[in-house]
């Protein structure tokens, strides 16, 4: 009885009815009470130890299992698991105060779970958020599985669950609703955010006394792990007995003898596809340069018309040199004139686009009549639309939506009470439905309408060649709500009635036909591009989390994937007290490897012994995950923040050391050494992270550091050092920060 009833969460330092009989059992489970024992933080007071026992009751959840095979990845985002019902119950339109979290990972085998240890699956990183029945976590697909791409490429969206069934989206709170510091109540509708990777089982994950994340009516938990399977299939592997080697990748840089799996770091293997394409488009940008071979004429063309278009190659002073595409009496038809002079296209007044992406669409713009002619298509029973002169919904495009039943709506995409994530405003209808039908599951509506936007509000098309940027969605219930699947896309607009010139735009740089994004920002932020850094350059891209991707081996293609599977999962264990008036945190978040674009990473070279990364920045830059929306309004009503819990982000084996330093005073805040496992045992692994230290600060805790007020504008300083004997790919050195807003009022 005693063991049960301290398995289901009893209170940490509290005592029962039987007092006197148990308090040598209780005192015995309140010093062991810690999921995964004791902690040391990075920043202890001389002479006070820290006692790392978290506070309050807790409650345990496990994941679903990830089935893998050797050098596979599993990157997607999990279902939701419930919390226990009693939890969910007594926190029914009440505030939880959650005081911390633990986590492992184990492998299912047939004899009961076991702890797994890094190098068996590692835990490259995981996001993982606690919802409540406010809030929602959605992505690509119900069941949790990402569309091409996966991870950060379709983001685990937080929106609410009015949202969901087609209401308006309930933001926590929004700018223009901020006249003052929010109450703890609407505080308490963001759900706690968790971003960590190998580091987490040994480093302390809590709030110091007096704090804690504040969470109305939680219900759920969402976990998106980032794993790689690298557990050795070899004929007579005993776990137990430490890492072994597996085959890897001819690109892999683990030196032979390493005690660490080169898959580790996602070696860009011949599985994937690294392509640099030609963008053609219609001559109307300044970047717009000739085509000069028939065979790049030819295949713009295809791109433009389909691939029924005929293809002429001749001499002809009626068209215009190189590259074109037109109509005649026998079809569509693709031009290379050789002649070296040659016609401008004149004249035509009607010009036709077509998009084929989540959706379909055509587009037949007439200038004499004054009208254009949408077709649009999308899977029957659900809603799909698109989105006008735009590649993402905060940039508030007008916007086509079609209901289950074929019910068409324009909309301002992104505005209204629902915010940038939601439908946004009905708009006056304009369109007039040609047709609506649907043919083997496919609902097409045909469209008509003037050039010229109704109001300020609509669209107005334009009777000329170019590019259209373009959204598009597809949701899955009838009525519009949130969208299943969404994208970016483009249509170009070719003259009908005469002839429309191509050119080369731009360059297309892919890996398995996802675009290459990475984009490294440039000092003071970070000095990547200083360093020439080979991660900033797709040409010089070998690996990381663009070749790292869901359902991705990272083998090469002519080495087999060993046929054996192997079940893991994660188990969490939250820390919890009723809300009585602690000082609620925030999540923050900053990345020394800074990127303009695409997800933040960097590679190590060799050469020196350390190769060594600085960031320059100051609070106001600080990403806000859960609330980035309000950023601005933040900024606004405060002075500025108190670094509460500082928790670095690194990986092994290269990791030796991060700081961030206060400029303003030239005084290191925090300083986090990493601490390495020597053995086989899991969180004793050799080359592996153990643990990386948290900076903890309070003002009451006399075995913590007092926070220093930071003000928006103060200069801040991080600095990330690895170790370079080695060239390491894909690394990181993020700074995860928990910090109490100092708001004005």
Same mark, same amino acid.
């Given at each position: 009885?005693?063991?049960?009833?301290?398995?289901?969460?009893?209170?940490?330092?509290?005592?029962?009815?039987?007092?006197?009989?148990?308090?040598?059992?209780?005192?015995?489970?309140?010093?062991?009470?810690?999921?995964?024992?004791?902690?040391?933080?990075?920043?202890?007071?001389?002479?006070?130890?820290?006692?790392?026992?978290?506070?309050?009751?807790?409650?345990?959840?496990?994941?679903?299992?990830?089935?893998?095979?050797? *050098?596979?990845?599993?990157?997607?985002?999990?279902?939701?698991?419930?919390?226990?019902?009693?939890?969910?119950?007594?926190?029914?339109?009440?505030?939880?105060?959650?005081?911390?979290?633990?986590?492992?990972?184990?492998?299912?085998?047939?004899?009961?779970?076991?702890?797994?240890?890094?190098?068996?699956?590692?835990?490259?990183?995981?996001?993982?958020?606690?919802?409540?029945?406010?809030?929602?976590?959605?992505?690509?697909?119900?069941?949790?599985?990402?569309?091409?791409?996966?991870?950060?490429?379709?983001?685990?969206?937080?929106?609410?669950?009015?949202?969901?069934?087609?209401?308006?989206?309930?933001?926590?709170?929004?700018?223009?609703?901020?006249?003052?510091?929010?109450?703890?109540?609407?505080?308490?509708?963001?759900?706690?955010?968790?971003?960590?990777?190998?580091?987490?089982?040994?480093?302390?994950?809590?709030?110091?006394?007096?704090?804690?994340?504040?969470?109305? *009516?939680?219900?759920?938990?969402?976990?998106?792990?980032?794993?790689?399977?690298?557990?050795?299939?070899?004929?007579?592997?005993?776990?137990?007995?430490?890492?072994?080697?597996?085959?890897?990748?001819?690109?892999?840089?683990?030196?032979?003898?390493?005690?660490?799996?080169?898959?580790?770091?996602?070696?860009?293997?011949?599985?994937?596809?690294?392509?640099?394409?030609?963008?053609?488009?219609?001559?109307?940008?300044?970047?717009?340069?000739?085509?000069?071979?028939?065979?790049?004429?030819?295949?713009?063309?295809?791109?433009?018309?389909?691939?029924?278009?005929?293809?002429?190659?001749?001499?002809?002073?009626?068209?215009?040199?190189?590259?074109?595409?037109?109509?005649?009496?026998?079809?569509?038809?693709?031009?290379?004139?050789?002649?070296?002079?040659?016609?401008?296209?004149?004249?035509?007044?009607?010009?036709?686009?077509?998009?084929?992406?989540?959706?379909?669409?055509?587009?037949?713009?007439?200038?004499?009549?004054?009208?254009?002619?949408?077709?649009?298509?999308?899977?029957?029973?659900?809603?799909?639309?698109?989105?006008?002169?735009?590649?993402?919904?905060?940039?508030?495009?007008?916007?086509?939506?079609?209901?289950?039943?074929?019910?068409?709506?324009?909309?301002?995409?992104?505005?209204?009470?629902?915010?940038?994530?939601?439908?946004?405003?009905?708009?006056?209808?304009?369109?007039?439905?040609?047709?609506?039908?649907?043919?083997?599951?496919?609902?097409?509506?045909?469209?008509?309408?003037?050039?010229?936007?109704?109001?300020?509000?609509?669209?107005?098309?334009?009777?000329?060649?170019?590019?259209?940027?373009?959204?598009?969605?597809?949701?899955?219930?009838?009525?519009?709500?949130?969208?299943?699947?969404?994208?970016?896309?483009?249509?170009?607009?070719?003259?009908?009635?005469?002839?429309?010139?191509?050119?080369?735009?731009?360059?297309?740089?892919?890996?398995?036909?996802?675009?290459?994004?990475?984009?490294?920002?440039?000092?003071?932020?970070?000095?990547?591009?200083?360093?020439?850094?080979?991660?900033?350059?797709?040409?010089?891209?070998?690996?990381?989390?663009?070749?790292?991707?869901?359902?991705?081996?990272?083998?090469?293609?002519?080495?087999?994937?060993?046929?054996?599977?192997?079940?893991?999962?994660?188990?969490?264990?939250?820390?919890? =007290?009723?809300?009585?008036?602690?000082?609620?945190?925030?999540?923050?978040?900053?990345?020394?490897?800074?990127?303009?674009?695409?997800?933040?990473?960097?590679?190590?070279?060799?050469?020196?012994?350390?190769?060594?990364?600085?960031?320059?920045?100051?609070? =106001?830059?600080?990403?806000?995950?859960?609330?980035?929306?309000?950023?601005?309004?933040?900024?606004?009503? *405060?002075?500025?923040?108190?670094?509460?819990?500082?928790?670095?982000?690194?990986?092994?084996? *290269?990791?030796?050391?991060?700081?961030?330093?206060?400029?303003?005073?030239?005084?290191?805040?925090?300083?986090?050494?990493?601490?390495?496992?020597?053995?086989?045992?899991?969180?004793?692994?050799?080359?592996?992270?153990?643990?990386?230290?948290?900076?903890?600060?309070?003002?009451?805790?006399?075995?913590?550091?007092?926070?220093?007020?930071?003000?928006?504008?103060?200069?801040?300083?991080?600095?990330?050092?690895?170790?370079?004997?080695?060239?390491?790919?894909?690394?990181?050195?993020?700074?995860?920060?928990?910090?109490?807003?100092?708001?004005?009022?």
């Amino acid at each position: 009885k005693l063991q049960f009833l301290y398995l289901i969460g009893q209170p940490v330092g509290q005592t029962t009815m039987m007092q006197g009989l148990l308090s040598v059992c209780l005192a015995g489970a309140a010093a062991a009470a810690n999921m995964n024992g004791d902690y040391v933080i990075a920043n202890p007071v001389e002479g006070r130890p820290f006692a790392s026992d978290h506070e309050g009751e807790w409650f345990e959840l496990s994941t679903p299992t990830a089935k893998m095979q050797y *050098s596979g990845v599993y990157w997607t985002l999990m279902p939701e698991v419930a919390l226990p019902d009693d939890v969910v119950r007594r926190f029914d339109g009440k505030i939880m105060a959650i005081t911390g979290w633990e986590a492992d990972q184990y492998r299912r085998t047939k004899d009961g779970d076991v702890k797994a240890p890094m190098y068996e699956v590692y835990n490259h990183h995981f996001e993982a958020r606690l919802l409540s029945n406010k809030t929602a976590q959605l992505v690509g697909l119900k069941d949790g599985v990402l569309p091409p791409g996966g991870g950060h490429r379709v983001k685990t969206d937080i929106v609410s669950r009015d949202a969901m069934a087609g209401r308006p989206l309930l933001e926590p709170f929004t700018p223009s609703d901020m006249t003052a510091a929010p109450a703890p109540e609407t505080i308490a509708k963001v759900p706690l955010y968790i971003l960590h990777g190998g580091e987490y089982r040994k480093s302390f994950n809590g709030y110091p006394v007096g704090y804690a994340h504040l969470l109305e *009516s939680p219900t759920t938990l969402g976990v998106a792990p980032m794993l790689v399977d690298t557990m050795s299939r070899s004929p007579g592997y005993k776990p137990e007995g430490g890492f072994a080697p597996g085959p890897l990748p001819k690109v892999s840089t683990a030196p032979a003898g390493a005690n660490y799996s080169g898959l580790l770091e996602c070696p860009c293997s011949t599985r994937r596809a690294m392509k640099v394409t030609d963008v053609y488009g219609t001559c109307t940008s300044s970047r717009s340069t000739r085509i000069t071979s028939v065979e790049s004429c030819f295949a713009a063309g295809a791109a433009a018309l389909g691939s029924s278009a005929r293809n002429v190659t001749a001499a002809r002073a009626d068209a215009p040199a190189g590259c074109s595409v037109g109509h005649d009496g026998a079809g569509d038809f693709v031009l290379f004139n050789t002649a070296a002079g040659g016609a401008a296209c004149a004249g035509g007044t009607t010009f036709a686009g077509a998009m084929t992406s989540l959706t379909q669409m055509g587009l037949n713009v007439d200038s004499d009549a004054g009208n254009v002619t949408i077709t649009l298509s999308g899977p029957d029973g659900v809603w799909f639309g698109v989105g006008f002169d735009a590649q993402a919904m905060g940039d508030q495009p007008y916007g086509l939506l079609v209901d289950g039943e074929g019910t068409v709506e324009e909309h301002r995409i992104g505005t209204g009470a629902g915010g940038l994530r939601s439908a946004g405003t009905v708009l006056a209808a304009q369109v007039e439905v040609v047709s609506n039908g649907v043919s083997g599951g496919v609902r097409t509506v045909v469209l008509t309408r003037g050039l010229v936007g109704k109001t300020a509000q609509h669209y107005t098309f334009a009777a000329a060649t170019g590019v259209v940027p373009m959204i598009n969605a597809v949701g899955d219930t009838s009525a519009i709500a949130y969208h299943k699947l969404r994208t970016a896309s483009q249509v170009t607009m070719l003259n009908t009635g005469s002839c429309t010139p191509l050119c080369v735009e731009s360059v297309s740089k892919t890996i398995d036909g996802i675009p290459f994004d990475k984009v490294c920002a440039d000092e003071p932020y970070t000095d990547l591009l200083k360093l020439n850094n080979s991660v900033c350059h797709f040409e010089t891209y070998r690996g990381g989390l663009e070749c790292c991707k869901h359902g991705v081996f990272l083998l090469d293609a002519d080495q087999a994937v060993p046929e054996e599977t192997e079940e893991y999962f994660m188990k969490f264990r939250f820390y919890y =007290k009723e809300y009585t008036g602690q000082t609620p945190t925030v999540r923050m978040m900053w990345e020394t490897e800074k990127m303009r674009s695409g997800t933040p990473e960097y590679d190590v070279p060799t050469g020196n012994a350390t190769y060594t990364l600085t960031s320059r920045f100051t609070p =106001k830059d600080l990403g806000i995950p859960t609330l980035d929306q309000q950023k601005a309004a933040i900024h606004r009503l *405060s002075d500025g923040v108190e670094l509460i819990g500082m928790h670095a982000h690194c990986h092994a084996p *290269s990791c030796l050391r991060m700081e961030l330093w206060n400029r303003a005073t030239n005084t290191l805040i925090c300083g986090v050494d990493p601490v390495y496992g020597n053995g086989t045992a899991a969180w004793d692994e050799k080359a592996y992270l153990q643990a990386l230290p948290p900076c903890l600060f309070s003002h009451t805790n006399p075995a913590l550091q007092k926070p220093v007020p930071l003000a928006w504008d103060t200069p801040l300083e991080s600095i990330k050092v690895d170790a370079s004997g080695t060239e390491h790919r894909g690394v990181m050195g993020y700074w995860n920060l928990d910090a109490s807003i100092l708001w004005k009022q």
